[in-house]
Each structure stands twice: as C-alpha cells, then as structure tokens.
C-alpha cells in the first residue's frame, strides 16, 4: 500500500523560511514524476513545484524562493521555502506518479499525502 506523509509544516512569519518533507512508503520515488501542491482556503489546489529525472518545474509565483529535492537515500521529497509570504498559506501536499505532460497539474498525478499546513503571517 502507498503511503506518502508530509511533514514539516508550521507558522512563520512573512519573509521566513520552511522546509517541508514527504516521506513514502509503498511506493519508490526515484524514477518518478513528484511534486508539491498547495491549497488555500477557497482556492483550488495548484501546482508549486515539481521533479522528474533531472528536470525541475516551478510556478512563477514561487520561482527563485522555493527548492524541491529528492533524498533517493531516504525516498524523501523536500521543499525548502524561502522569502515566504502570506500567500504562500495554505495546505502543502506532495504527490507522486508517472506523466508525460502536466508536471504542476494535479490530473497528472496518482498519490497524494494528506497534506500539512502552512501559514505566514504578516
């Protein structure tokens, strides 16, 4: 069974740094497309950032402040955020799958975590 649990969330404040993790079981992420979504409150979930192979994808919105990483050693995905801001609130999700297109979209994608919260103040 494949599990991916998110981990890392929290408060800061606007212009702080977070580092989420998304560790699996079940299911090996190398070799795999994986990414991190986000969901605020009334919003539909979007695609932050996203890996697969050598490749890396990133929204606009958080180009040159957030990192996604793979530890294959610990089949772990990270997302370093930097320079966060207010609207960088919301639910942070990690998923995985195998795609051709559609790296930030969530259609692209078979398995979800369960998401932790993450929330910049002002």
């Known amino acids: 069974q494949v599990q991916l649990v998110e981990s890392g969330g929290g408060s800061v404040q606007a212009g702080g740094s977070l580092r989420v993790s998304c560790a699996a079981s079940?299911?090996?992420?190398?070799?795999?497309?994986l990414a991190w979504f986000r969901q605020a409150p009334g919003k539909e979930r979007e695609g932050v950032a996203a890996?697969?192979?050598?490749?890396?994808y990133y929204a606009d919105s958080v180009k040159d402040r957030f990192t996604i990483s793979l530890d294959n050693a610990k089949n772990t995905l990270y997302l370093q955020m930097n320079s966060l801001k207010p609207e960088d609130t919301g639910i942070y999700y990690c998923?995985?799958?195998?795609?051709?297109?559609?790296?930030?979209?969530?259609?692209?994608?078979?398995?979800w975590g369960q998401g932790t919260q993450v929330t910049v103040s002002s």
């Open positions: 890996t697969y192979g050598l490749n890396t």
């Open positions: 998923a995985a799958g195998r795609w051709v297109t559609g790296a930030l979209q969530p259609y692209a994608y078979n398995y």
């Open positions: 079940g299911y090996t992420f190398r070799s795999n497309g």
